[in-house]
């Protein structure tokens, strides 16, 4: 199964090359829009208002761009009564747990664009998309944006929406009498309008809707299934039975635990985050909760994500049999797990016993600490580079995700999905 991933991830146009037990994914498509894909050569618009979902923007800016397409933010950002956050006025707009576009933090420009949407021609874009969360509110009430969308509609592009992102869908009348679904700020409308389904996605024609983030992964790939109707997505399901464990330690990347979560969902595998109380937390308002805070916003437990969907346990509590693979995000968690003695002994007992370990961007660092690196050739973010040669593993920035042996290694956010599909290949290979 493993080498029918490779074949499947070597369509995208990526260079994947293989030396004995070790794989790289590398070359000048790394963290890039592929040149391949069922969105190849489309244009999606995504149009977002302050208090939009973070984890949708964060999927979207990793996973279009990886069937082809060119994502651009459309940013309602004159709507100014929503300025919860003192960042929003130079930022534009803000999503519910405090993500900027301008671009993506940690992302760079390599697979999105952001603009103001009056400065936008909606005749440009293949297809628009307008993100869930509570931005579907702010933006509902602007003329610019149902213009927008009904110019889009008009010249034959498709429209989605998910979740409370179909308010505006609904309000520009493009959803009556349609096949659809939606989430519960939307649904007892649309059962009113519409022929509503209680369905993770739905799609009519060329207007597809999603219940909510969860499903965004089966909205990323209706819409690939839109432009082409050939289009199956293998990855779906590919991991049932196995078990992926997520160290969730404080100030870990968002980016790094949000869309590797809502992909392994999707591959069906189970999840579980650990976490541990760290010898510093650099948010005491914190102090004294069961929280564990992101970098940037998010938390576990996870705000958007139900946790009927995924386990959450005290490392401490862990057992070998718990899971087949783990998984340690990056920017500051790993320091974490460097100053904590719990984490740092459970990486080495992990590695006895001969459990996948995957680490991104920091994440090498605590396992070049738990001296497990040597001889492994790791992919990561520069930060890392001394901890990986110091303890004897080879680092090597042109990487974008490695395959060797039993660890795997990818570089940064925007390598989330090679570096999720070495995950793959490497269960699959056990």
Known sequence: MGKAVLELVRQTGIEIVEDGSTIFWQGEYG???????????????????????????????????????????????????????????????????????????????????CKNLKDADAKNYDAVVILGGHSGDVIVTEPEVADF??????????????????????????????????????????????????????TDGKIISARDTLDTPVF????????????????????????ILVIAGEDFEDIELAVPVLEYLYRGAKVILATFTPVIRSRPPLVGLDVVQGNFGMSVPLQEIPQSEYEIKKLADVSMDDFDALQIPGAFCPYNIVETATPLEFLKKADAAEKILTYICHGAIPIAAADLIAGKKAAGWEASRDSVEIMGGEYNEKWAAVVDGRHVSGRTPPEIPEYVDAITVALLKN
């Open 31 to 113: 963290g890039q829009t592929k040149p391949r894909g069922p969105l190849a050569g489309k244009k999606v618009a995504c149009i977002v208002g302050s208090e939009f979902s973070d984890f949708q923007a964060y999927y979207m800016a990793s996973y279009i761009g990886e069937f082809g397409g060119e994502l651009e933010f459309l940013c309602v950002d004159w709507v100014t009564y929503k300025f919860t956050r003192p960042n929003i006025k130079s930022k534009g707009v803000v999503g519910m747990w405090g993500l900027s576009l301008d671009p993506i933090p940690v992302m760079g420009p390599t697979k999105h664009s």
């Open 149 to 202: 969308l009904k110019t889009a509609n008009g010249n034959g592009a498709v429209i989605g929406g998910i979740g409370a992102g179909i308010m505006i869908m609904i309000r520009c009348g493009i959803m009556q009498g349609k096949k659809c679904t939606g989430n519960a700020v939307v649904s007892y409308m649309l059962k009113k309008i519409a022929n509503f389904e209680d369905s993770p996605v739905v």
């Open 220 to 243: 990323v790939r209706a819409l690939c299934k839109a432009f082409d109707p050939n289009f199956e997505d293998q990855r779906q399901g590919l991991l049932a039975g196995k078990k």
